[in-house]
T-cell receptor, first 114, second 110 residues
Framework: DGGITQSPKYLFRKEGQNVTLSCEQN?????MYWYRQDPGQGLRLIYY???????QKGDIAEGYSVSREKKESFPLTVTSAQKNPTAFYLC?????????????FGPGTRLTVL | GIQVEQSPPDLILQEGANSTLRCNFS?????LQWFHQNPWGQLINLFY???GTKQNGRLSATTVATERYSLLYISSSQTTDSGVYFC????????????FGKGTKLTVNP
């Protein structure tokens, strides 16, 4: 089945630790995105990548880092510099390198900082 | 940047009722999507509809791009329709992101 997978589903982190969230897609999409969702809110863009080895900051990139070494993978690292990392993280992809095409989302990762 | 407003913020229905959800946006757009977020957090694509009307079973959507709004219709609602419905827009020349509204939380009671 084609789709987007994210792991882990739940993640607990102690303050001061870096954690990496995985996102993989087998849709052969060029563009991939990371969003953050806080309770009762819409989604906000953290980072996006239109092509391998290239990525751009979104609205709330501070405290996060990404890499795009392979077309199918776009991992997100939440660093200790992110002051309020507890949130629901969603990865998405789209067919072309612009936001004009339909985006599809993975099932998400819930991160809790203890 | 572009603003997206959804109404109503909350909606409670009895099973079998019909409903209309609205999405207003502040500028012209090239992409508009409707999503359903289920209780487990999964965002499910409902419609990709920058203009015109589409139907999928009990759901239909209409976007009037010239008047900057979109409507999502749910007919004969079922308890499985419960969740949050999001509208998101994108336009050429803006930043490379979908701009999301805050959603409409729908509760369908049996």
């Amino acid at each position: 089945d084609g789709g987007i997978t994210q792991s882990p589903k739940y993640l607990f982190r102690k303050e001061g630790q870096n954690v990496t969230l995985s996102c993989e897609q087998n849709l052969n999409h060029d563009a991939m995105y990371w969003y953050r969702q806080d309770p009762g809110q819409g989604l906000r863009l953290i980072y996006y990548s239109q092509i391998v080895n290239d990525f751009q900051k979104g609205d709330i990139a501070e405290g996060y880092s990404v890499s795009r070494e392979k077309k199918e993978s776009f991992p997100l690292t939440v660093t200790s510099a992110q002051k309020n990392p507890t949130a629901f993280y969603l990865c998405a992809s789209s067919a072309a390198g612009t936001g004009g095409n339909e985006q599809f989302f993975g099932p998400g990762t819930r991160l809790t900082v203890l | 940047g572009i603003q997206v407003e959804q109404s109503p913020p909350d909606l409670i229905l009895q099973e079998g009722a019909n409903s209309t959800l609205r999405c207003n946006f502040s500028d012209s757009v090239n992409n508009l999507q409707w999503f359903h977020q289920n209780p487990w957090g999964q965002l499910i694509n409902l419609f990709y509809i920058p203009s015109g009307t589409k139907q999928n079973g009990r759901l239909s959507a209409t976007t009037v791009a010239t008047e900057r709004y979109s409507l999502l219709y749910i007919s004969s609602s079922q308890t499985t329709d419960s969740g949050v419905y999001f509208c998101a827009v994108w336009r050429w020349g803006g930043s490379e992101k979908l701009v999301f509204g805050k959603g409409t939380k729908l509760t369908v009671n049996p």
